[in-house]
């Protein structure tokens, strides 16, 4: 590689300089890292949470005073769980020339903090409810945000999920966390036109857009989970199956 351009920026108009927080040049580091030595692909789709969405309005409403909140985060958890157990791959890591199949499910998420980007962990995502995972994230995230996250709270997950979809965007290529090989991102829901086979019809369509390492899984299986995770959320009673 060439060397990083060296430039006087002063000499063009003020600057000011920062020392950046500790935990965005660790970041910086893991993601150079990750971003490099992976062979990163990303496969884009959508799924109607039109149901869905209804649904945890609906609950939230119910469960307004008991103080709880289903998030479209903890459904989004317990769709990719059920994805995992139907794709293992992606619920792997590379160990040298090996691959190692995991049996538990736990889900790192991207949570945006002052000081940078922190991934806490929800732990065996397959044997709590939406509600627990719900209030589990809540927890984590403002930890995160405090800074008070311990390691053994950011480490073991074997997928993440990186949600924008309160903040927005339609679709971007999110870096996977190593050693995992995949890694889901979402952006917000919006009600599109979509063609029912006779008339357009307006469902809220979810963007979908997951990053996968090509030396473990290639295209067909991407497009399978992807398709799956769709099938699951266009239709909870799926994870059931
Ligand atoms: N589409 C549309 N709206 C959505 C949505 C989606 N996919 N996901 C959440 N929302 C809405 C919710 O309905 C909620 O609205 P109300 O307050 O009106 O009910 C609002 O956004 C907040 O949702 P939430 O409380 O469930 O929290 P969240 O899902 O936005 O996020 C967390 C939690 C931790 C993921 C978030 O705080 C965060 O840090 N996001 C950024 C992650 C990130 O930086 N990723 C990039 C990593 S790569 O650099």
Redesign the pocket.
């Known amino acids: 590689l060439i060397p990083w351009p060296k430039v006087d920026f002063a000499k063009f108009g003020p600057v000011e300089r920062k020392e950046r927080p500790r935990i965005k040049k660790i970041s910086a580091a893991n993601?150079h890292r990750n971003w490099v030595m992976i062979p990163h692909v990303t496969n884009h789709d959508d799924a109607d949470?039109t149901e869905l969405?209804a649904f945890?309005v609906q609950m939230?409403k119910e469960n307004e005073k008991a103080g709880i909140?289903l998030?479209?985060?903890?459904f989004?958890m317990k769709a990719c769980v059920a994805a995992l157990k139907k794709f293992p791959d992606f619920n792997s890591s590379l160990d040298g020339e090996e691959l190692v199949l995991k049996s538990y499910y736990h889900i790192g998420?991207?949570?945006?903090?002052p000081n940078g980007?922190m991934v806490p962990v929800i732990k065996d995502a397959d044997k709590k409810g939406v509600v627990q995972i719900?209030q589990e994230?809540?927890e984590?995230?403002k930890k995160?945000?405090e800074g008070k996250l311990s390691p053994a709270e950011m480490s073991g997950a074997t997928f993440t999920?990186?949600?924008?979809?309160?903040?927005g965007g339609r679709y971007?290529t999110?870096?996977i966390n190593a050693p995992e090989v995949a890694i889901l991102?979402?952006?917000?829901?919006?009600t599109e036109p979509v063609w029912d086979g006779k008339q357009f019809q307006p469902r809220l369509m979810?963007?979908l857009s997951l990053s996968w390492d090509h030396r473990v899984i290639d295209g067909a299986s991407a497009a399978r989970f992807n398709a799956y995770l769709g099938q699951i959320l266009a239709d909870f009673r799926r994870v059931l199956l």
Not at 109 to 113: H, I, K, Y
Not at 161 to 167: A, P, V
Not at 185 to 190: A, E, F, L, P
């Open positions: 993601l949470i969405e945890r939230n909140k998030t479209m985060l903890g989004l998420f991207a949570a945006d903090t980007l719900a994230t809540a984590l995230a995160a945000r999920i990186s949600s924008l979809g309160g903040i971007f999110p870096i991102g979402v952006c917000k829901s919006q979810l963007p």
